[in-house]
């Protein structure tokens, strides 16, 4: 059980145009979604963390108006790129946390949506 | 300084060696994760643990509350396990190592 996936797994697209991410959690109710941001040989950056039915949290220097957080559902969180340029271009992965799990701090992670931005 | 620190950053095995890769954290935690990551980039939790020691299959991961470390055992190590080590700890925020990569040759 709990098993995250993310679509697409790759994208290309030129600068300008939008891409939008999405994860789901697949057998749980996934109370809060975290996205994250992997540069090559780093490790992940929290970009932002999103609580079903309210308003993602941004990490400083994440700008909201530039990556767009939805968490409509308990299964569904989407991370749309808008605008998008080169600098864009990286490894996003997100992970999804059900509180009414009794190990709360666990955390499952998608596969990952590489992004290039030409 | 990181809240998380890992080391060694880089290792190259034989197979068949035991492996340890060592974490430290700074800050406090109710449980610490160890992840790994396969080039292509999907993660895979392997372990979480909040005291003592856990064990699967030849991973073994331990943790010492007191001393703020924890320890990732390969044992009989295969080329499969070739893959980036990412160690995090959860508490109000998640904060992640910057990993060890891990190359075991045939």
């Known amino acids: 059980g709990a098993v995250v996936s993310q679509h697409p797994s790759w994208v290309i697209c030129k600068s300008g145009t939008s891409v939008k991410i999405e994860c789901r959690s697949l057998?749980?109710?996934?109370?809060?979604m975290f996205w994250y941001r992997q540069f090559p040989k780093q490790s992940l950056m929290l970009m932002a963390t999103s609580n079903e039915g309210s308003k993602a949290t941004y990490e400083q220097g994440v700008e909201k108006d530039k990556f767009l957080i939805n968490h409509a559902s308990l299964t569904l969180s989407t991370l749309t790129v808008t605008s998008a340029h080169p600098e864009d271009s990286s490894f996003y992965i997100c992970?999804?946390?059900?509180?009414?799990?009794?190990?709360?701090?666990?955390?499952?992670f998608g596969p990952g949506t590489r992004l290039t931005v030409l | 300084k990181n809240e998380v620190e890992q080391s060694p950053q880089n290792l190259t095995a034989q197979e068949g060696e035991f492996i340890t890769i060592n974490c430290s954290y700074s800050v406090g935690i109710s449980a610490l994760h160890w992840l790994q990551q396969h080039p292509g980039g999907g993660i895979v939790s392997l372990f979480m643990l909040s005291s003592g020691k856990k064990k699967h299959g030849r991973l073994i991961a331990t943790i010492n509350i007191q001393e703020k470390h924890s320890s990732l055992h390969i044992t009989a190590s295969h080329p499969r396990d070739s893959a980036v080590y990412i160690c995090?700890?959860?508490?109000?925020?998640?904060?992640f190592g910057t990993g060890t990569s891990l190359t075991v040759i045939p």
């Open positions: 995090a700890t959860a508490g109000n925020q998640f904060y």
């Open positions: 992970s999804a946390r059900d509180f009414k799990r009794v190990s709360y701090n666990e955390q499952f």
């Open positions: 057998d749980f109710q996934a109370t809060t």
